[in-house]
């Protein structure tokens, strides 16, 4: 039986639910969580402030190498221009490789913890014995932004998020270095009709039945 941290991973496309779902997660487990998906929104605001080109690969790997995973904000990290940028960002391999090191580091101190991205359990923790791919229909995702920030007071259009959304998963399912996709041996949960309370009580039970088969 495999000992030391439980590390649960969870990758899914833009707005599918992942993040919500790891935090609940983790409370409810009581491990760790990283929303890896703010370690390349942190690189591409980096670049953004400093008034550098999202393509300077070299710069990219440095302000990947220099960031502090303790010292980001979600709340800057979450704007929608910061989202568009690093998934520029996320398609470089140098950048890739310098935050996959800090994700490892992350997920190996105990007791454990559950990340949440793009490749997770494809790259980042192939062994975790428990792995999710969250997923829902385009349309379904674009209304879930489209409400979520008008909530926060924001203006938007639900067709342009929509094409957002179509184009994002289009860049990070075709990428070359770790492009989106379930691994072999993921639970997939289609959260497309569920509300977040039901996809948490779905999570829950898959969780559970896969960490019960690693204790087998």
């Keep these: 039986m495999k000992t030391g941290p439980l590390t649960i991973a969870i990758d899914g496309p833009a707005a599918s639910g992942k993040g919500t779902l790891a935090r609940m997660l983790a409370a409810h487990y009581g491990l760790r969580h990283l929303d890896t998906g703010l370690t390349y929104r942190a690189v591409a605001k980096a670049l953004m402030d400093a008034g550098a080109p999202l393509t300077d690969e070299a ?25 568009d940028a690093a998934s520029r960002v996320a398609v470089m391999p140098a950048v890739r490789r310098a935050l ?3 994700q490892r580091e992350f997920a190996a101190r105990p007791p454990g913890a559950i990340l949440d ?68 041996d993921a639970y997939l949960l289609d959260t497309s009709n569920m509300d977040i309370e039901t996809a948490f009580a779905h999570a829950r039970d898959l969780i559970d ?4 088969k690693a204790r087998a």
Excluded at 78 to 83: F, I, L, P, R
Excluded at 124 to 151: F, M
Excluded at 209 to 212: F, L, S, T, V
């Design 59 to 83: 710069r990219a790997e440095a302000a990947a190498r220099a960031l502090d995973l303790g010292a980001m904000d979600r709340a800057v990290l979450s704007d929608h221009a910061v989202g």
């Design 100 to 102: 996959v090191d800090k």
């Design 117 to 184: 991205g793009r490749d997770i359990g494809t790259v980042v923790c192939p062994d975790a014995p428990v792995k999710l791919y969250v997923t829902a229909s385009a349309p379904v995702r674009a209304t879930r932004r489209y409400h979520e920030i008008l909530s926060k007071g924001g203006e938007a259009d639900e067709a342009r998020i929509l094409a957002d959304i179509e184009q994002r998963d289009a860049r990070d399912m075709g990428r070359a270095d770790s492009p989106l996709k379930p691994a072999d």
């Design 209 to 212: 039945e896969a960490r019960g």
